[in-house]
Nanobody, 127 residues
Framework: QLQLVESGGGLVQPGGSLRLSCAAS????????IGWFRQATGKEREGVSC????????NYADSVKGRFTISRDNAKNTVYLQMTSLKPEDTAVYYC????????????????????WGKGTLVTVSS
């Protein structure tokens, strides 16, 4: 019943842009912290960006800061990750995840803090 579905992945050349979408059903994203995580082959899953519940704020990994932007569309119950200036090292399966958050603490880029996960969408950056 509670689901997250990612979309928007694909093949893009270095320096290009891509927008990922995370559509939620069964709960309201506004009351949840939402995070984007990625996992490349042979590497640990890492946090990319997150947006806090109730408009507290956003957080970004140093590796994507200034290149990626996370945003919410509450009317569509959807979270986006706009990725620009993509690099080959950005290649990975990207997952969105959510956790209910009561209060006004800033979200954290910790996979273990998240309760709900999508199945992922593959992003490949290559020429």
């Amino acid at each position: 019943q509670l689901q997250l579905v990612e979309s928007g992945g694909g093949l893009v050349q270095p320096g290009g842009s891509l927008r990922l979408s995370c559509a939620a059903s069964g709960f309201t994203l506004h009351t949840h912290d939402i995070g984007w995580f990625r996992q490349a082959t042979g590497k640990e899953r890492e946090g990319v960006s997150c947006t806090s519940s109730r408009g507290v704020g956003t957080n970004y990994a140093d590796s994507v800061k200034g290149r990626f932007t996370i945003s919410r569309d509450n009317a569509k119950n959807t979270v986006y990750l706009q990725m620009t200036s993509l690099k080959p090292e950005d290649t990975a399966v990207y997952y969105c995840a959510a956790v209910f958050k009561f209060g006004f603490r800033l979200c954290v880029l910790n996979p273990q803090s998240m309760n709900y996960w999508g199945k992922g969408t593959l992003v490949t950056v290559s020429s």
